[in-house]
């Protein structure tokens, strides 16, 4: 099947610094991307989608300007944590559909995010 | 706006038993069913999907899951688990009128099968 990479797995940063995390689709092109949000026991919350060659689409009350979003190529979409707070501490997760096969999406093994 | 319940947060089992996870959701319109698997330290994998036609879907691993309009469920079962079913379990949903792959999920049930 179809192979979605993140990187890196776990990353932990001070408070008020940058965090750049990468996802890759391996083996297919994706021209849409989706950015999770995972909290201890509760569910994956979608936080936005990524469009190549356009600007990113976010939900509502996630903040624009805090993450950022770049789909720099088909394969790779990139979510930047900005001035990070302990509060952003969670799981990331990307997926992407392959095209031509409706409505299903390969999931990122996820990122772990731990701000001190 | 549109939801996914599932019922159970955690789920134990021993080794053979059979297993039935509920899942339900709000909308009323067309939509297309999901179960996702994520064993530790693993990222998710589709188990199985309903999008039309018959009802009753098999997944992989001896998975199946019935989708009842009625009752806007679309509860995932397997009559016997293994050990190696250890995992939490999401049932997501699309539906139309959203992008069609914009994924909604409910919170996860962690399934610990004892051998």
């Known amino acids: 099947g179809a192979v979605v990479s993140q990187h890196p797995s776990r990353v932990i940063c001070k408070s008020g610094t940058s965090v750049k995390i990468e996802c890759r689709s391996l083996d297919f092109q994706a021209t849409t991307m989706f950015w999770y949000r995972q909290f201890p026991k509760k569910s994956l919350m979608l936080m936005a989608t990524?469009?190549?060659?356009?600007?990113?689409?976010?939900e509502q009350g996630v903040e624009k300007d805090k993450f950022l979003i770049n789909h720099a190529s088909l394969t790779l979409s990139t979510l930047t944590v900005t001035s990070a707070h302990p509060e952003d501490s969670s799981f990331y997760i990307c997926s992407a559909p392959v095209a031509g096969v409706a409505d299903t999406q390969y999931f990122g093994p996820g990122t772990r995010l731990t701000v001190l | 706006a549109q939801s996914v319940s599932q019922h159970n947060h955690h789920v134990i089992l021993s080794e053979a038993a059979s297993l039935e996870l509920g899942c339900n959701y709000s909308?009323?319109?067309?939509?297309?069913l999901f179960w996702y698997v994520q064993y530790p330290g693993q990222h998710l994998q589709l188990l199985l999907k309903y999008f039309s036609g018959d009802p009753l879907v098999k997944g992989i691993k001896g998975f199946e899951a019935e989708f009842i309009k009625s009752k806007f469920s679309f509860n995932l079962r397997k009559p016997s688990v293994q050990w190696s079913d250890t995992a939490e379990y999401f049932c997501?949903?699309?539906?139309?009128?959203?992008?069609?792959?914009?994924?909604?999920f409910g919170k996860g049930t962690k399934l610990s099968v004892i051998p």
């Open positions: 909308y009323g319109g067309t939509v297309n």
């Open positions: 990524s469009n190549e060659g356009s600007k990113a689409t976010y």
């Open positions: 997501a949903v699309t539906y139309s009128g959203a992008g069609s792959y914009q994924l909604t």
